[in-house]
């Protein structure tokens, strides 16, 4: 069965210091998705970004980056120059193309960035 | 805005109570999922539509949960008998099929059973 682990339960760093949320998957489907999301404390899960598994290309929107490698079945998200905005809790997703395409989220990663 | 929304944002029960919760989707997506996120977890998912056909149901959908979606339209999901153990936050989320698949999120409901 599908899974994703994100073991970083809690983060917490000082404003302007980078942070890098882990998170791994597991998967037998050689076509996926991977996701991430934002959760701020109103409640809604914010769209950050989606990368298809042939993909391997890293990704960069601003201060946002993402590795992903397959290799090591991770798919890894930086926040550079964190500011205070950024704490939220953050969600690592895995999706198949195929049937309902439903989502299969990580227990998530509460980031706290501290002024 | 043409996001996902959710109604009502809150909603208090008392145990074994009915609760009905609406979703409207983005107006040109046709899939349409509910998802269900317990405190400190990350949401899992429910159900799925694809137009007005309700195509699949998690093992978590108990036979006192019931979704629909009529017109192909807005949902409801509506949950008989209200356990405590229900307790949790209802996500929606919409999507289109063929190409962007991305699923766009709603605010939730957040029910809390007493």
């Known amino acids: 069965a599908q899974k994703v682990t994100q073991a970083q339960t809690e983060i917490s760093v000082v404003e302007k210091e980078d942070v890098t949320l882990d998170c791994v998957y597991e998967t037998r489907d050689t076509t996926y998705y991977l996701f991430w999301y934002k959760q701020p404390p109103s409640g809604e899960l914010v769209f950050l970004i989606r990368r298809n598994s042939f993909d391997e290309q890293n990704e960069i929107s601003g201060r946002y980056s993402w590795n992903f490698q397959k290799s090591t079945s991770s798919f890894n998200f930086t926040i550079t120059a964190s500011q205070v905005v950024d704490s939220a809790v953050y969600f690592c997703a895995w999706s198949t193309p195929q049937g309902a395409q439903k989502l299969v989220f990580g227990q998530g990663t509460r980031l706290t960035i501290n002024p | ?114």
């Open chain 2, 1 to 114: 805005d043409t996001g996902v929304s959710q109604d009502p944002r809150h909603k208090i029960t008392k145990r074994g109570q009915n609760v009905t919760f609406r979703c409207d989707p983005i107006s040109e997506h046709n899939r349409l999922y509910w998802y269900r996120q317990t405190l400190g977890q990350g949401p899992e998912f429910l159900t799925y539509f694809q137009n007005e056909a309700q195509l699949e149901k998690s093992r978590l959908l108990s036979d006192r949960f019931s979704a629909e979606r009529p017109k192909g339209s807005f949902s409801t999901l509506e949950i008989q008998r209200t356990e405590q153990g229900d307790s949790a936050m209802y996500l929606c989320a919409s999507s289109s099929s063929g190409g962007e698949e991305t699923q766009y999120f709603g605010p939730g409901t957040r029910l809390l059973v007493l």
